[in-house]
């Protein structure tokens, strides 16, 4: 059966939006270094439409790229270590809980994450995975759980400190498989049950999309690999539920770690740079926040004082942190209306942001996170589809 090209973009194989080329650059748990966004600032500038935009997979996107500067563009990220293997560069899509390691444990996941990025590059059977395909680490509190990532490495009792008997389990297409390991050993599980599902699929680009048969074939095989007795994810806890993480917040060592959102996660080249200004490991979230990490305090206050005047929102009551929209009109052209002007407009004018709402321009109903209600604005944007 011929399968339909995978669209998803990259840095090397782009989208040509309405508004130029869309380049998708994968962080490997959302992490980025200060002098790496201060590049992705100063490349959005000069080669796109001047900001970085923050993606609901914890990775950042360019756009407004002309046809002549993709490969520019592409070098650039390659030089900052944003970017490397052409073949293997969309399928780096893993997520961890972005918290892990400062404030409650879960530090081992992020070696772990690293050397899952190490299996995927090395193999070249990896590289026929989708760019829609992804892999997770959750450290027990649900927040990977929550976006139901293709495989996800759970840490069990989370109570408990790190160290080399720490275990993990294995959900797939979010249904728990009763297979508890060392979470140093769920790397190569993580990539070995990728390789299956490369041998059962046909035309499918994600576990949950197999046919039952098939699906279950997975969890069958990955039951029967559980050979090492313990809690599972399903009796043992992760905690499905957390707020947003913005705002001033303690680090296990005593340091801060500050969380800020900006509208749409959209970062201007200037507010970009700034961040990096700060020399401060980052992290980018699920939900679209930036972290800034590992700080004095004094200098945390000073972080807040120049940021805040250049749109950087650090209250959690902000309708921005539960608010966002598709691109809309007129970076894109099937949607039926300017989606972010008018959450802007309905923003500003003081309207209520029912929870988490999501506003799009075409029921394709693009960037929805879970969860969210949805209000699609087409070509009537005062009688909007709401659901």
């Known amino acids: 059966m011929s399968r339909p090209a995978d669209r998803c973009p990259g840095v090397f194989a782009t989208h040509r939006a309405a508004d130029g080329h869309l380049a998708r650059i ?84 992020w070696p772990a994450a690293d050397r899952l990025g190490e299996l995927l590059t090395a193999s070249a059977r990896a590289g026929d995975l989708s760019g829609r395909f992804w892999f997770g680490f959750d450290d027990g509190r649900g927040d990977v759980l929550a ?12 109570e408990e400190p790190d160290g080399p008997d720490t275990l993990a389990e294995l959900i797939v297409a979010g249904t728990p498989t009763g297979q508890v390991l060392a979470l140093g050993d769920a790397p190569q599980a993580m990539i070995d049950l990728a390789h299956r599902f490369l041998d059962v699929r046909t035309d499918e680009w994600r576990i949950a999309d197999l046919p039952g048969s098939a699906r279950d074939l997975l969890h069958r095989e990955q ?61 980018v ?10 700080l004095t305090e004094s200098v945390a206050e000073t972080v807040v004082r120049v940021l805040a005047p250049l749109g950087f929102i650090f209250d959690a009551t902000s309708p921005w942190v539960r608010a966002g929209a598709c691109t809309g009109s ?3 052209a099937r949607s039926g209306a300017d989606v972010r002007a008018l959450l802007t407009e309905h ?33 009537d944007p005062k009688r909007p589809t709401v659901g």
């Open 347 to 379: 923003i500003d004018g003081g309207g209520l942001i029912d929870g988490r709402e999501h506003w799009v321009g075409c029921d394709r109903r693009c960037g929805t996170p879970p969860g969210a209600r949805v209000r699609v604005l087409g070509a």
């Open 330 to 332: 007129p970076g894109c």
């Open 147 to 158: 976006h139901h990532p293709d495989i996800v490495a759970v840490r069990l009792a989370p």
């Open 26 to 109: 994968r962080l490997s748990g959302g992490r980025l270094s200060p002098d790496q966004l201060t590049t992705l600032a100063l490349a959005a500038q000069d080669l796109g439409d001047g900001a970085v935009e923050l993606t609901g997979r914890a990775n950042v996107q360019v756009r407004g790229i002309d046809d002549d500067d993709v490969s520019a563009f592409a070098e650039r990220l390659i030089e900052a270590g944003l970017a490397g293997d052409p073949a293997h560069d969309r399928i780096r899509n893993i997520v961890v809980s972005p918290l892990a390691g400062r404030c409650g444990g879960g530090a081992q996941l």
């Open 285 to 294: 979230t699920t939900e679209k926040e930036l972290l800034i990490t590992d």
């Open 223 to 283: 039951r029967g690999a559980a050979v090492t007795p313990g809690p599972t994810a399903e009796t043992g806890s992760p905690r499905t539920e957390h707020g947003p993480r913005v705002g001033w917040f303690t680090q296990d060592d005593g340091r801060v770690l500050l969380g800020a959102v900006v509208p749409f996660g959209r970062l201007s080249s200037r507010q970009a740079q700034f961040a990096g200004a700060v020399g401060a490991p980052l992290i």
